[in-house]
């Protein structure tokens, strides 16, 4: 199956820092891609949708200015943790989806851990 | 509303089998998947049905019923490495995957 990979896998910050988390399709062009976020215990949470080119479309109560979603390219879209707080320690998990492809390919995800 | 529903929780010994049921209300269907997600990973992909019936895929097979809005995933001869959480997710009208909650499952020996 095609190949997602997630950067970096765990990433601990300071709060008041902001943390970039990179999520790359590394065999296919993925002209869409989704961020999830995961509490422990509980399911995935969609947080935003994005498109190569244009701009993400997100889930009612994320902030957008708090999570800034960047999709560049038909293989990389960023998510940026912007002034990070303790409460936004997550597991953060990417997906891809192809153009003729409905399943949605997921990245091994990022632990993020605001002290 | 848009609502998926599996049990939380199942426990199964391990060589046995074990269905583990999701039903589902969404805006339109194009499909449903199950998830396998073991602790502290992602998940990784085991089926997508969006026609009735039975899918078998080695020890694992989902079923689907799309007038009950119904499925299962079944899994048989259970390792212990199956130990994990299965999401159940619906493919709406917008190609949106809404998810499950996801069902633990613990094999015991």
């Known amino acids: 199956g095609a190949v997602v990979s997630q950067h970096p896998s765990r990433v601990i910050c300071k709060s008041g820092t902001s943390v970039k988390i990179e999520c790359r399709s590394l065999?296919?062009?993925?002209?869409?891609m989704f961020w999830y976020r995961q509490f422990p215990k509980k399911s995935l949470m969609l947080m935003a949708t994005?498109?190569?080119?244009?701009?993400?479309?997100?889930e009612q109560g994320v902030e957008k200015d708090k999570f800034l979603i960047n999709h560049a390219s038909l293989t990389l879209s960023t998510l940026t943790v912007t002034s990070a707080h303790p409460e936004d320690s997550s597991f953060y998990i990417c997906?891809?989806?192809?153009?003729?492809?409905?399943?949605?390919?997921f990245g091994p995800g990022t632990r993020l851990t605001v002290t | 509303g848009q609502n998926i529903d599996q049990p939380t929780e199942m426990t199964a010994t391990e060589g046995a089998i074990v269905q583990i049921n999701c039903t589902y209300q969404?805006?339109?269907?194009?499909?449903l998947f199950w998830y396998q997600q073991h602790a502290g990973e992602a998940p990784t992909f085991l089926s997508y049905?969006?026609l009735d019936g039975l899918e078998e895929k080695g020890r694992f097979s989902s079923f689907l019923s799309r007038s009950k809005g119904y499925s299962y995933l079944l899994l048989k001869e259970l390792q212990m490495k199956d130990s994990a959480s299965y999401l159940c997710?619906?493919?709406?009208?917008?190609?949106?995957?809404?998810w499950g909650a996801g069902t633990k499952l613990i094999i015991k020996p």
């Open positions: 997906s891809a989806r192809g153009n003729r492809d409905y399943e949605q390919y």
């Open positions: 065999d296919f062009q993925a002209t869409t």
């Open positions: 994005s498109n190569e080119g244009s701009k993400a479309t997100y």
């Open positions: 969404t805006s339109g269907f194009n499909g």
């Open positions: 049905n969006v």
């Open positions: 997710a619906c493919m709406d009208s917008n190609y949106q995957l809404i």
